[in-house]
C-alpha cells in the first residue's frame, strides 16, 4: 500500500508539474492524510523517524523560500509527504536520487542545447524515478535474499 500511494503520488504530481510546473496542493493534503492512515495501521516506521522524514521537507521548503524558489514549494511539499511514508533515511536516499538523476539529466540537456544558463526542471519526475530505482533494488535484494 505504501509503494501504491507514493507511485500515485509521484505520477500525478508529475504530470502536472511538466506540463504547468505547479502542483495541487488538493493531491498533496490527499496523499499526507492516506499516508498517515497508513502509518497508523500498518507502523511501518517509528514517529522519530517520520518527524526527521517532514523534517526534510520541512528543510527543503525554508530552502524554497530563502532562494526565491530556486526549488518549488510544492516539491518541499511532496518531500514532506514521502517522509510520512517513508521515514528519515528513506527519504535522504530519495532526495540523494532524484537530485543525482535532475543533474545528470540537467547536464546532458544543457550539452545538447548549449545552453549557458539556469533552466528550470520540473523535481517531482525525478522522485518517481528515484523511489522506482529504490523499489527496484529493494526488490532484487529481497529476491537475492530468498
Known sequence: MMTFGLVSLFGLTSFDDIRT??????????????????????RTNSLTSIM??????????????????????GDALIIMVSGLYLGFFDTLILLWLASVFAAVFGGI?????????????????????????MFSVETILEIIAL
Open 52 to 73: 526527521g522524514g517532514l523534517m526534510i521537507g520541512g528543510v527543503i521548503y525554508l530552502f524554497s523560500i530563502v532562494s526565491k524558489e530556486k526549488i518549488g514549494k
Open 109 to 133: 540537456y544543457m550539452l545538447a542545447h548549449k545552453n549557458k544558463g539556469d533552466i528550470e526542471l520540473p523535481f517531482v519526475p525525478f522522485l518517481l524515478l528515484g523511489y522506482m530505482t
Open 21 to 42: 510546473k505547479q502542483v495541487r496542493v488538493l493531491e498533496i493534503i490527499i496523499f499526507a492524510v492516506f499516508g498517515i492512515i497508513l502509518n497508523i495501521y500498518y
